[in-house]
T-cell receptor, first 109, second 117 residues
């Protein structure tokens, strides 16, 4: 059983559609990070959320940390082909980052 | 802007062979780590280091050794390769961390794809 459950595992949608992906756990965290990984590259940090209920926006991407700091969501508005990639969430635990398995997102032109 | 550099990018080994994956960073980061990434399993931590001379085990350390003689370099050694070690390996680094501040933003290399036959 993974500490972080990401859903859906895979999502393929048309350009211009909206979508939401989720990162859930039964544990409480002090912070949560979202990364995007493109094929053949390492993950790159998108955002860190720290406060329960916090909402952060990065252009068309909106990140929310649950009030109880157990879960997070990533909403993309008007998805573009450049949003294609593997979206990973991660949390800190004793000098280690624990990772979800990721959501593979494909945006079709 | 070199960042985190991994070599080699691709490697094929036979079962029982040994090899070293190299990782170097030029950002003066104290924290360095090695992950393996397998389909459907996300990133799993192999070993990490919070500074030169200090290393510790992560979630899946068996079959791997590391050392940290300098701040810049953090090589990963496979002692006797097994097919189960076929994976993509990532080196990542971040600024000095504390238990209170957490790992912070990790900067990743481009990965090393290893196949063990």
């Amino acid at each position: 059983t993974q500490l972080l459950e990401q859903s859906p595992q895979f999502l393929s949608i048309q350009e211009g559609e909206n979508l939401t992906v989720y990162c859930n756990s039964s544990s409480v965290f002090s912070s949560l990070q979202w990364y995007r990984q493109e094929p053949g590259e390492g993950p790159v940090l998108l955002v860190t959320v720290v406060t329960g209920g916090e909402v952060k926006k990065l252009k068309r991407l909106t990140f929310q940390f649950g009030d109880a700091r157990k879960d997070s969501s990533l909403h993309i508005t008007a998805a573009q082909p450049g949003d294609t990639g593997l979206y990973l969430c991660a949390v800190d635990s004793n000098y280690q980052l624990i990772w979800g398995a990721g959501t593979k997102l494909i945006i079709k032109p | 802007n070199a960042g985190v550099t991994q070599t080699p990018k691709f490697q094929v080994l036979k079962t029982g062979q040994s090899m070293t994956l190299q990782c170097a960073q030029d950002m003066n980061h104290e924290y360095m780590s090695w992950y393996r990434q397998d389909p459907g399993m996300g990133l799993r931590l192999i070993h990490y280091s919070v500074g030169a001379g200090i290393t510790d085990q992560g979630e899946v350390p068996n079959g791997y050794n590391v050392s940290r003689s300098t701040t810049e370099d953090f090589p990963l050694r496979l002692l006797s390769a097994a097919p189960s070690q076929t994976s993509v390996y990532f080196c990542a680094s971040s600024y000095f961390i504390t238990r209170q501040s957490g790992t912070g933003e990790l900067f990743f290399g481009e990965g090393s794809r290893l196949t063990v036959l």
